[in-house]
């Protein structure tokens, strides 16, 4: 499809979805559709002839299509991506084979600050050893001497997930500082970020401003991650309390509230919906409750909680449509039974 096909496709499946609960706003569209992404992950592999290959699995399967480039890939990303697919050849790092448990290289992931240059490569493997690695280090920053740095993810699991739990700092300090909205995020390999910071600071402006901030609002911040939206919206609120479950994720956004010099933020490892029964429990007045869940939504006892809370305005970003229509089914319901008037304001967030 092209670009405008697209955008009429997502459009309609969005109107259709959302047409219990009103007419939603055209999409937001991007002025420059490409070369966006500032996250690429490439996986490793042996085709047919036994030679080292990356790229992305193909549809329902564990087959590698080997990929230059894309896009909507950072262009200096896929062009580090290539350099590593070479140099694990030249230094004969065999992939990991998912079925024999043999081999080294599963992955490589390459994150890339739009705004500030920085670049982080991620090397994932499925054990420590990495023999040769000054030297590949070496030989990858002569190539690339614009890498900020470069780590080592060690994966032993079995299922889908990128990464691993242990990670050694090859070169660098370990993480990159990227501009959004006006504040610097650092970012770690295992730290959720947009994907695509030209849209998101138009969909963050756009939720900040919908939530109707004036400077005393106290404002609850749900799956905050690494503190973006919540940071983002201090600059107008009165109070932000952010809650995640990922502990890693809470010690980014509390880095990233100090690297900003922000007061008005605190931020807590917690089960949202968990946290936010007990604000409930304790009579706390909440003004907005941002919340941001990953694609399968938010579930009954979350929602739940957001219902006993009793915010005055709820804006809820999302990157699903189907269970945000599910989600907010749920709201408006309960909401009415409990003759609530609270204002549910809500973004899809894959902006095209």
Not at 216 to 237: H, N, Q, R
Not at 260 to 267: D, H, K, L, T, V
Request: net charge positive; with cysteine; glycine share 6%.
């Amino acid at each position: 499809m092209t670009y405008e096909a697209q955008t009429r496709f997502k459009q309609k499946v969005v109107d259709d979805l959302m047409k219990p609960f009103g007419k939603p706003e055209p999409i937001i569209t991007m002025d420059h559709p490409y070369d966006y992404r500032n996250k690429n992950v490439m996986t490793f592999g042996l085709n047919k002839k036994r030679q080292i290959i990356s790229g992305l699995y193909a549809p329902n399967s564990h087959r590698i299509i080997p990929m230059m480039g894309s896009i909507i890939h950072d262009p200096k990303a896929d062009e580090i991506i290539q350099t590593v697919t070479d140099l694990a050849k030249s230094f004969k790092l065999q992939p990991y084979n998912e079925d024999t448990g043999q081999g080294f290289l599963r992955h490589v992931m390459v994150k890339v600050g739009k705004k500030s240059g920085e670049i982080m490569v991620v090397i994932v493997a499925a054990s420590p050893m990495f023999k040769g690695k000054k030297n590949f280090v070496k030989a990858l920053r002569k190539d690339h001497p614009e890498i900020s740095t470069i780590l080592l993810n060690i994966n032993q699991r079995n299922d889908s997930m990128v990464l691993g739990d242990q990670e050694k700092v090859l070169f660098g300090k370990g993480t990159i500082i990227d501009t959004l909205c006006g504040l610097e995020f650092e970012i770690s390999a295992k730290s959720f970020y947009q994907i695509n910071p030209v849209q998101t600071e138009k969909l963050y402006n756009e939720a900040i401003e919908m939530a109707g901030l004036i400077g005393k609002e106290k404002v609850v911040d749900a799956y905050c991650g690494i503190g973006t939206i919540g940071l983002v919206a201090s600059k107008k609120a009165g109070k932000v309390i952010g809650v995640e479950l990922n502990n890693d994720a809470v010690r980014d956004a509390i880095r990233n509230s100090k690297r900003n010099g922000i007061q008005n933020a605190r931020f807590y490892q917690a089960d949202a919906g968990e946290y936010m029964t007990q604000l409930a429990a304790q009579g706390e007045n909440i003004d907005v409750v941002f919340l941001d869940p990953p694609r399968s939504g938010s579930d009954e006892a979350f929602l739940s909680s957001l219902v006993k809370l009793k915010p005055s305005r709820v804006v809820y970003i999302s990157c699903n449509p189907e269970t945000q229509a599910r989600d907010l089914k749920y709201l408006t319901k309960k909401a009415m039974k409990l003759n609530e008037c609270s204002q549910l304001i809500c973004f899809h967030r894959r902006v095209i």
